[in-house]
């Protein structure tokens, strides 16, 4: 199908829906929700090798997702540089239109649009609950071609004055329909629920790619039409728990996503460190990384390592998608040897997991293991990552491995890193800030 064929075939279906919406008001929300693990709810449960297997692997297939469009030159795929990798991590329950229709969504920081599959359905994925019928909902309108919304595509397309967007996702995975506005409901089945009136989504009737058993995305990058930007105060946090626990992590926006009242690890201080921006992947949360160390010893690593690159390659960005994170290989290259040399017993390669710098575990009794704190320095703050958070006991192999892999582009720090740290992304002020948290406790 051309792309022409496909904006008309959209726009035939948009027609016969509903009248055009008008303007939404600012609004002031704040609220909490539950992130369930991708895997988590899956019966019957994955084993722990069988749960850090899969995370590699998603992780792998989404930095090459990220890697092919960062790197993209050809004018066509250069057009698509708007939209990342599609895999996620995380789970959130909400529900959307006038009566709620219940769903489950991937969020992922590094995309922007929030989207559902809808009726008529003309190439879907499969997904657990039934597709939006915008017919059946009294709040649902599309968005005008006019609307700084659509603007706000970074790939609009008009016609007949009806909206509707593409939107690739690096690993060819993609959704397109009509930009339309709905109210969201946001929270699980038994939660106190918060409605929003207005939120520009992604009507899909045209879908392909891998939902982990979801029915749509909600974006949190930080372009325009991300649920973050959207909502207003725009800012959100999270708080991961441990990466082998059922107990479920929390994602906060506005007035209650702050860490004032967190109950820190230790008295730790909250670090904050500026966002810097990639022109290239616009909707993304880079950092500005300077250095690493392991213990009291500083890596020697080259800080231009970790610097974006003039065609968007390269940088270090914070993902909540991504499992393991993923060094530039000079900084990963001089970790591993620090962590070789740290670590009094022979290395072995894990296979099972896919992950280089192992060790058998336990250790004879005769060897103690002690491992220092990981800090990651980053412009204004440091980033402390506790053995647990870049170690991992695979007790099946009979493993301990770094849960770190090489990169031949960029940095990301993945969740893994995140667990029992509570995150706070200001996209207001382009701050993030983070202060360990026992995450299991409200
Ligand atoms: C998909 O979700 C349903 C219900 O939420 C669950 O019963 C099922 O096990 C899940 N399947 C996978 C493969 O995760
Ligand atoms: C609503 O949309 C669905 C899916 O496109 C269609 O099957 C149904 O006939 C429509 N219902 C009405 C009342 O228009
Ligand atoms: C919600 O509450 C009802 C009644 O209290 C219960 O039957 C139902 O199982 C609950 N649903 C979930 C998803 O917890
Ligand atoms: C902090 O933890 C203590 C003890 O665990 C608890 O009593 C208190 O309510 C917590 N405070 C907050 C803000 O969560
Ligand atoms: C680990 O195994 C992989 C695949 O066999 C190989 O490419 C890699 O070089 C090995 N790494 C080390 C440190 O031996
Ligand atoms: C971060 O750590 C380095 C080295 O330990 C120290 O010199 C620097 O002052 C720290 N920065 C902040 C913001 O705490």
Not at 283 to 306: E, H, K, W
Not at 324 to 346: H, K, M
Not at 365 to 382: C, I, Y
Not at 399 to 423: E, K, R, W
Request: charged residues 10%; contains cysteine; proline residues 8%.
């Amino acid at each position: 199908m051309t792309m022409g064929n496909l904006v008309l075939l959209l726009v035939v279906l948009a027609a016969a829906l509903s009248p055009v919406a008008r303007c939404t008001t600012d609004r002031d929300v704040g609220f909490q929700l539950k992130l369930t693990h991708v895997d988590g709810r899956a019966a019957p449960a994955y084993t722990k090798l069988q749960l850090l297997t899969r995370a590699v692997v998603r992780s792998r297939a989404r930095v090459a997702a990220l890697s092919a469009v960062a790197a993209a030159v050809d004018p066509i795929t250069a057009a698509r540089i708007l939209v990342r990798a599609s895999q996620g991590e995380y789970l959130v329950d909400l529900a959307v239109g006038t009566p709620p229709v219940e769903y489950t969504a991937i969020v992922d920081t590094g995309s922007d649009l929030v989207w559902t599959q809808c009726a008529p359905c003309m190439l879907c994925s499969d997904q657990p609950t039934p597709f939006f019928q915008p017919n059946r909902s009294a709040t649902y309108r599309l968005v005008p071609c006019g609307s700084p919304r659509c603007a706000a595509l970074s790939y609009p397309a008009c016609f007949h004055g009806v909206c509707v967007y593409q939107y690739y996702y690096g690993d060819y995975a993609s959704s397109a329909g009509v930009l339309a506005q709905e109210a969201f409901t946001f929270g699980a089945a038994n939660s106190t629920k918060v409605r929003v009136p207005g939120v520009a989504f992604g009507c899909g009737n045209v879908n392909a790619g891998y939902l982990a058993n979801s029915s749509g995305m909600v974006g949190l990058g930080r372009g325009p039409l991300s649920l973050v930007r959207q909502l207003g105060p725009s800012r959100f946090s999270y708080c991961l728990t441990s990466f082998l626990t059922p107990a479920p992590s929390r994602l906060s926006f506005g007035a209650m996503a702050s860490l004032d009242s967190t109950n820190t690890s230790d008295g730790a201080p909250v670090q904050s460190t500026p966002f810097v921006l990639n022109p290239a992947l616009p909707s993304m949360y880079f950092l500005s990384l300077q250095g690493i160390s392991l213990g009291d010893t500083r890596l020697r690593v080259d800080p231009l390592a970790f610097a974006i690159n003039d065609d968007g390659t390269g940088g270090c960005m914070i993902d909540s998608g991504t499992s393991i994170t993923y060094l530039y290989q000079d900084a990963y290259e001089a970790l591993r040897r620090e962590v070789l040399s740290v670590v009094p017993l022979r290395s072995v390669n894990d296979t099972a997991i896919g992950l280089d710098t192992c060790f058998p575990w336990p250790p004879p009794p005769s060897v103690t293991v002690t491992m220092p704190d990981l800090v990651l320095h980053f412009n204004r703050a440091n980033m402390t990552v506790p053995p647990e958070n870049y170690m991992l006991i695979d007790s099946a192999t009979g493993f301990l491995c770094l849960a770190m892999v090489p990169s031949g582009d960029g940095t990301i720090i993945g969740n893994y890193q995140q667990q029992n740290l509570h995150v706070l992304y200001d996209t207001a002020n382009s701050l993030l800030s983070f202060v360990p948290a026992p995450c299991n406790i409200a």
